[in-house]
């Protein structure tokens, strides 16, 4: 079984942020111990002053060569479509990748993307030949206009970045599988724990992108293996067939001769 | 890692159940992938009226052989503690173990432990030798006195046994762990979903044990491997120390440098 | 304590929806147990086809003119902001009111609003000095923009219509009020219950407006008192200051002098 | 409609504590903003050392007299049923009734009640003619028993005493309505919000008796009267008729001509 992306096909359902992590080594162990064939990194942190950044891009490229990952650079920081399309050439020209996660936040507090100019910049991208995966909310019209628009894949939250909660809004989330059947969808951001990311793909999500709960774990690396098992487990569940909830219980031993 | 009952360690925290399977070939396979290394059987369906039960009780033995498997019977049907007391000691005989999974209903509708006969046989059993496992309610009063009694672990139920409906009282179980940190605590009965057995492992209990969510499933021998992985899963993010739910939004790319 | 509605003030913070009630009698008492003073109706249905309405829409009138209720038309059933704006103009006319709801929907099966059609239309009918109020998703963006076009009142859902669902995301309309805490909001479709009515209204919320939960009960007019007497009592809770959630349990009756 | 209590009705189903007000004149007037018929009261509190009690037990006394309301002294403090039947022994001597809430507490941290004490004080306090309410927990069996036993009504908790969790487990509570369709039933503790009182009345219960959500709000007096509407409104939603939830929106304005 594996994700579709564009024309791509990945055998890992697990994308990781590269974001926040302890140590280089620890990112590097982290990349390892996911599996993730695709790593995220942001654009903003790497241009610009002439600060050194410690090497790490060169240890995602690095990694990402080991494991046979691909990048996804995203355009955190974005507040409007003319800034993540200019981020978004940069990227391509610096990472030699046509594949942009789009950020394009609208409210500082909760990160929340901007439904307005995020579509407006997943139009010029995709006229632009990007591969363009946007980070959304869970709006059904929303979604439709990005897919229309030419996105290879939907990107929505479960929670706002890095808080942690899980899947606030499990109705929608599953209306949105449910309309949108062919499509590729990824829960990107809000999720803390593994079971969440479990439950996400039970729902019959394509895949899930985190950060924050595997850089700041107590322990990133077995944080990374545990989401990576998890998701997996979610995704051979939901093609295993879920049992409906019931509510009354059902004898799992039946007692057909009442010896005693 | 491992789960320890009584003085017995097992490298699987996943207890599996061995009722209701579409056929004997399929619990085989179930087992297999589960990777369980105790398996639960109904005592009642094995003894009796003389039918003959389609090889399934030398299945489980054979399967338990040969991944260094034990057998767990339970007094699933039993009333009274003076029934489920009788019923122990014929499986002891019957599969020569004195681990016994200690099922006393009190209601027939959602199959409720009786806390009440619950505690006699436990006492009994525990007096006797037995290495008792009770299915019981989260209460924790009823908790510290099976525990008094010398029972090896507590199997809490998450929710009715089959109704698969989760944890319905995720602060209970809580509770437990957090009042009981030395026992082994399993959760027992109502788990549908794998998403839902790691968040057991993720409240730090020490095992799962379901039966329906495995033999219901629509290809059962995929969903034991899916839980099997998820359990894990749920135990390595434990481990490695989950982040704390937040109320705002923390950027997972921090944007240190605004070059744009 | 009253609601504010543009430069209105209103001393009922229930808002009832007219629609789908099992007679015109029914109806009419229901609007009466509610003391609703804002009653919504649908234009569509009134228009068109020469089919009488059974003295539908007279019986509204006079209950509104009986405890000095508004009308407020709605423009249910539009697709687009261009037929937004045409039923509005329509109902201006005919109900002698700039007030409006307005209901853009981009989803048939979740009746979900079209943030893109919502704005433009309540873009162009607030610079034709109509009063707006939106039944809109809990978009903290979409809100902001809303709010900066002019409208009197923002109405997000608790749920999709007629779902009887609750509060489906009671984190985002948390969020939603913290944001604009002087902005007027309201929870518009979803809820099924009186709890839920109270449950918005601790979140801070300033009023609720339904109409199927009271509509489809089996007793629509208590159902309707019912409501109102639970959207007062909510107000009044979060007046008077909510207790906050704690993990342990803490004795509401002190055992100073253990005297046994 | 009235409320049930051995041969007593009341027609109110708000029961009151009268532990930890900020004054007595609050305490004073959040009983009269309640139009509580029953008022519990600690006893260990107004035993023992000689200490005055600032005459809140006189107020409660008084208040009780105004408004036709009855006392409900309650064993808070007992881990023992021994203790437990003592102390409802100096109740019925001290305030001339023979209702008790009776408490019998085997957690300290969660103020757990112990099934077992409870069962064996219940069984007691009834053979020597008492009205017996007992806080328990929403175990169905021991619930069973304590109707055996001839307690007057069965008073489960929501959730931990104080902690204003609301109703933690609504499964095993809409369960216990289910089986008990004749009981009085009340829920006991844990409520924070007048919405949660909704609810449990939504569930069909015949009460709620609560005490730190009120005495611990920043206004006492008018949360008290939030809780009364809440709790009759709960009430009157549940004798009316709630709509079943759905999974799809349902429009409550049908379009039935699309006239535009």
Not at 134 to 161: F, N
Not at 164 to 192: C, E, H, K, S
Request: glycine share 10%; proline share 6%.
């Amino acid at each position: 079984m594996s994700l579709h992306i564009g024309a791509t096909a990945l055998c890992s359902r697990f994308l990781l942020g590269t974001a926040g992590y302890p140590s280089p080594e620890t990112l590097r162990q982290a990349i390892a111990a996911s599996g993730a064939q695709v790593l995220t990194l942001g654009l903003k942190r790497t241009l610009g002053t002439g600060q050194p950044d410690n090497g790490f891009v060169q240890i995602i490229r690095h990694a990402a060569q080991q494991q046979g990952a691909r990048l996804l650079p995203n355009t955190a920081g974005c507040r409007t479509a003319h800034e993540a399309v200019q981020l978004a050439l940069m990227a391509r020209e610096l990472f030699g990748t046509d594949w942009i996660k789009l950020e394009v936040v609208g409210d500082e507090q909760l990160l929340a993307p901007d439904p307005f100019e995020l579509l407006s910049a997943a139009r010029e991208l995709c006229a632009q030949g990007f591969t363009v995966l946007p980070y959304c909310t869970d709006d059904l019209v929303l979604s439709q206009r990005l897919l229309d628009a030419g996105c290879a894949a939907l990107m929505p939250w479960g929670a706002p970045i890095g808080s942690g909660q899980g899947l606030l809004n499990p109705f929608a989330l599953r209306a949105l599988r449910a309309r949108f059947p062919r499509a590729t969808l990824i829960v990107d951001a809000g999720l803390g724990a593994p079971s969440q990311a479990a439950q996400a793909m039970e729902l019959g999500f394509d895949g899930v992108l985190l950060n924050s709960a595997v850089a700041q774990a107590a322990d990133p690396v077995r944080m990374a293996a545990a989401f990576a098992a998890a998701i997996e487990a979610g995704r051979q569940a939901y093609a295993a067939g879920l049992i409906a909830p019931q509510d009354l219980a059902i004898p799992s031993t039946p007692v057909w001769d009442r010896a005693a």
